[in-house]
């Protein structure tokens, strides 16, 4: 399936420039929705993940069906002050400023391998918080999956410290 045909691009958004990847357009076709996570599993299942990790919050709505998919758990990683019990942060910097992500302390086994799904991969900078969160718990993260990369922003080089995968690249 083509994806790029169901991902819906719109200029300009949220500013001047963007070039903004709108993949609601590819959620709503049940069709391109179930064939995406399928393309996921067929690329993920090889590194033999015992979780799916998704951060907050489009990583939510690939990372979960796909841990549906492959009978494994989901754990979620959220930013500051949205998980209920014990955490672990891990504090990155952003274009202006600095954000934090949090999982729980308990979401992960020592030594246990983790896939970590989200929708976009751009510059790597959460996905780079997220692997070092996921070390701290005591995770082994086993590789990165990516409905889309923007491969002009060069994030892979960021995260070459592991297995990455993208359904859908823009240039």
Known sequence: ???AREIRVIED???AGVSFKD????????????????ALVQA???????????????GF???????????????PV???GKLPAATVAQ??????GFDTLEVHADAVRQGQRVVVVDDLLATG?????????????????AGMGFLIELTFLKGRDKLSDYPVFSLVQYD
Do not use: Q
Request: no cysteine; net charge positive.
């Open 1 to 3: 399936m083509d994806f």
């Open 13 to 15: 958004f949220p500013k």
């Open 23 to 38: 993949i609601t357009t590819l959620l709503k076709n049940g069709r391109a929705y179930h064939a995406a996570v399928e």
């Open 44 to 58: 993920i299942a090889p590194w033999r993940p015992e979780l799916i990790v998704g951060p907050e919050a489009r």
């Open 61 to 75: 709505l690939l990372a979960a069906p796909l841990a549906y998919a492959l009978g494994l758990g989901f754990v």
């Open 78 to 80: 959220r930013k500051a």
């Open 91 to 96: 504090t990155y910097a952003l274009e202006y």
């Open 125 to 141: 900078g959460t996905m780079w918080a997220t692997a070092n969160l996921l070390r701290k718990v005591g995770a082994e993260v």
